[in-house]
């Protein structure tokens, strides 16, 4: 079964400090990977998008990270900002194109505290 | 953030009533969606189309009809609204690219409330 899961479910974290989110997958086949910021009342927006053949991707203070061999992959946060507070949802796609069907994990919701 | 319409932002309606959720969109996208998302949990897609006078059912069996008449325009209808039709309902859009990973846009959502 085509699945995505994230970890932690939630996070709590100070102004400033680094956090890592973790993204496990089974879909199959595996096209791209992306990472999306859902604030609380909002629709997602995206932070990068990543295929088979890229590892590492940055999008300002986040860095997501793939390794398609353990179907795994992390976002990570630096230096922490209040407006970072939101959901954050790792959404995996089976194909290329727009006829690829697209499998979404519930969301880490990180707070950051002052 | 790209440029998806969605009204209302927030309904509250009774049992029974008809209600008719709309979005729309000023990119010329060709592809859009309509995803369901309860609290904590993932998007669901409900429905999608590829064009005009394109429609199909998603992931998730719902109640619901859309139509597209127009490329700009994706509206949701439910004729007969009901308490599990509560939820928060998000369109998007697409544009097919040459690069294998495609970029989906999505509007700011309507929350509807069926009491």
């Known amino acids: 079964k085509n699945q995505v899961e994230q970890s932690p479910q939630s996070l709590i974290i100070l102004e400033g400090k680094n956090c890592t989110l973790q993204c496990n997958y089974t879909v199959s086949p595996f096209s791209n990977l992306r990472w999306y910021k859902q604030d609380t009342g909002r629709g997602p927006v995206s932070l990068t998008i990543m295929t088979f053949s890229e590892n590492t991707k940055s999008n300002g203070r986040y860095t997501a990270t793939l390794d398609a061999d353990t179907k795994q992959s992390s976002l990570h946060i630096t230096a922490s900002q209040l407006s970072d507070s939101a959901s954050y949802i790792c959404?995996?796609?089976?194909?290329?194109?727009?006829?690829?069907?697209?499998?979404f994990g519930r969301g880490t919701q990180l707070t950051v505290w002052p | 953030e790209a440029d998806i319409y969605q009204t209302p932002r927030y309904l509250v309606i009774g049992t029974g009533k008809k209600i008719t959720l709309e979005c729309s969109q000023t990119m010329g996208h060709d592809k859009m969606y309509w995803y369901q998302q309860d609290p904590g949990m993932e998007l669901h897609l409900i429905h999608y189309s590829y064009g005009v006078n394109s429609t199909e059912k998603g992931d998730l069996s719902s109640e619901s009809t859309v139509s597209r008449i127009r490329t700009e325009h994706f509206p949701l209808t439910l004729e007969s609204a009901r308490p599990s039709h509560t939820s928060q309902y998000l369109c998007?859009?697409?544009?097919?690219?040459?690069?294998?990973?495609?970029?989906?846009?999505f509007g700011p959502g309507t929350r509807l409330t069926v009491t």
């Open positions: 998007a859009t697409s544009v097919e690219e040459e690069r294998a990973a495609y970029e989906q846009y």
């Open positions: 959404v995996v796609s089976d194909r290329g194109s727009t006829l690829g069907r697209l499998y």
